[in-house]
């Protein structure tokens, strides 16, 4: 069954340095989506990408963030001066078409900023 | 977006069904109903999708009454496996995808 893979699942860093979250959404995908789930609390909405730019984001998506599909295979998610409020597990989606209402996710990649 | 509520935990028996009501007082005309599981550390999974009446897969079933404010997520013979939290979610996914959050959803905890 295809899915959606992200890389790392895990990665310490210290606060104010750059992280590249990988994924590799499903190949006949064509919309994209970042989340992030602090511990504990509700997965929220960071950013959807489709045709190559971003269609829409939240306020989380600050200037802070910011993504890009680089090779037409993976989607990364860029923090360019991590803060401890980063902290927090980020999932990755694929959606086919938006016609098919399914959203599949990745595994997630846990980011700890220290 | 329509707001949704959801119990905030459940238990049950393995082997009973179980059923998980969301209402959605404000759901908008396009608004689609979808169901989501996730367990601890893992992204959410997809368990159904419904605009009215009751939709049925291999995992579930998903009855919407016929003024949509409220909708039931019913889990048949439930397992220690189905421990986990579920999502109900109402948006337009279908012509405007997933640019929403997901709810605080509901903890369900199976046991023996």
């Known amino acids: 069954e295809p899915e959606v893979t992200q890389t790392p699942s895990h990665q310490v860093t210290q606060m104010g340095q750059e992280v590249i979250l990988r994924c590799v959404p499903i190949?006949?995908?064509?919309?994209f989506y970042w989340y992030r789930q602090i511990l504990g609390q509700k997965v929220e909405f960071l950013v959807s990408?489709?045709?190559?730019?971003?269609?829409?984001k939240s306020e989380i998506f600050d200037d802070q963030f910011s993504v890009e599909r680089p090779d037409g295979s993976n989607f990364t998610l860029k923090i360019r001066s991590t803060k401890l409020e980063d902290s927090a597990m980020y999932f990755c989606?694929?959606?086919?078409?938006?016609?098919?209402?399914?959203?599949?996710f990745g595994e997630g990649s846990r980011l700890t900023v220290l | 977006l329509a707001k949704t509520t959801q119990p905030i935990s459940m238990d049950s028996y393995e082997g009973q069904e179980v059923n998980i009501t969301c209402s959605h007082n404000n759901i908008a005309t396009n608004d689609y109903i979808t169901w989501y599981q996730q367990f601890p550390s893992q992204g959410p999974r997809f368990i159904i999708q419904g605009y009215k009446t009751k939709v049925t897969n291999e995992v579930a079933s998903l009855f919407i009454p016929a003024d949509r404010k409220s909708s039931t997520l019913s889990l048949p013979r439930v397992s220690l496996s189905d421990t986990a939290v579920y999502y109900c979610l109402v948006g337009d996914m279908r012509n405007s995808g997933y640019a929403l959050n997901f709810g605080k959803g509901t903890s369900l905890l199976v046991t023996p």
């Open positions: 190949s006949n995908h064509l919309y």
């Open positions: 989606a694929s959606q086919e078409g938006v016609s098919t209402g399914e959203l599949f």
């Open positions: 990408f489709y045709n190559n730019e971003i269609s829409e």
